[in-house]
């Protein structure tokens, strides 16, 4: 069997959970030498592709090593929507790099035109997967803070507790860098998934700082 020089991207959510696992998986993959790791904390769904240190820095590496292919554990690791994924995927094969699925057991741009049309069918059906189940979630977090306010129940920000302006903006670059391009507020909330209020809190502390 031909092996491979390959490196490893895995993201967790949040800075409790650990790639430990991803990578030990990986680890154990036939066909493949691992050259190197790269792993980030950082929710795919709030940080766009360009905004991920890691993920960036491992795609500069594999052009410039020419490394011949890339392993993840599952393709949600990678875009944050269909969009970004495809785009990604189209990127690696224009570059001939071949993209190894861990859940899905395959192995994109591997040289089979079949196989990868079948392929790419797949990864979209599971990058639409992964996106309505984020988008699910969001929506039964809403649904429970309706409920409490239903019940009379605080909603918001512990009382007596305070978030600085700086910190709040650090939360939200991406809303500040839409607001400076002069987007327009439905444009922001459909890019950044959130709130008009959010929005306009985040230009109040734009133009109170000037």
Do not use: W
Not at 40 to 69: D, P, T
Not at 146 to 155: A, D, F, I, P, S
Not at 178 to 201: A, D, F, N
């Amino acid at each position: 069997m031909e092996i491979m020089e390959s490196v490893i991207y895995t993201r967790v959510s949040t800075q409790e959970q650990s790639t430990s696992r991803q990578v030990n998986d990986l680890r154990k993959v036939d066909g493949f030498k691992v050259v190197k790791v790269f792993s980030e904390r950082v929710s795919g769904f709030s940080k766009k592709m360009e905004e991920r240190q890691q993920l960036q820095s491992m795609l500069r590496y594999v052009a410039e090593n020419k490394v011949g292919a890339i392993m993840v554990h599952e393709i949600s690791r990678l875009g944050r929507n269909t969009h970004e994924t495809l785009t990604l995927l189209k990127q690696l094969e224009e570059q001939r790099i071949k993209l190894y699925i861990h859940n899905l057991n395959i192995t994109l741009n591997a040289g089979n035109p079949t196989d990868d049309i079948f392929s790419k069918l797949i990864v979209t059906i599971v990058s639409d997967l992964a996106r309505l189940e984020s988008e699910q979630l969001s929506a039964r977090i809403k649904s429970g803070i309706q409920e409490r306010k239903r019940n009379g129940l605080h909603t918001g920000r512990l009382v007596g507790t305070t978030e600085s302006k700086l910190k709040f903006l650090a939360k939200h670059k991406d809303i500040q860098k839409y607001i400076g391009q002069g987007m327009s507020y439905s444009e922001i909330k459909r890019l950044c998934r959130c709130g008009m209020s959010t929005i306009s809190k985040v230009k109040e502390c734009i133009n109170s700082s000037d």
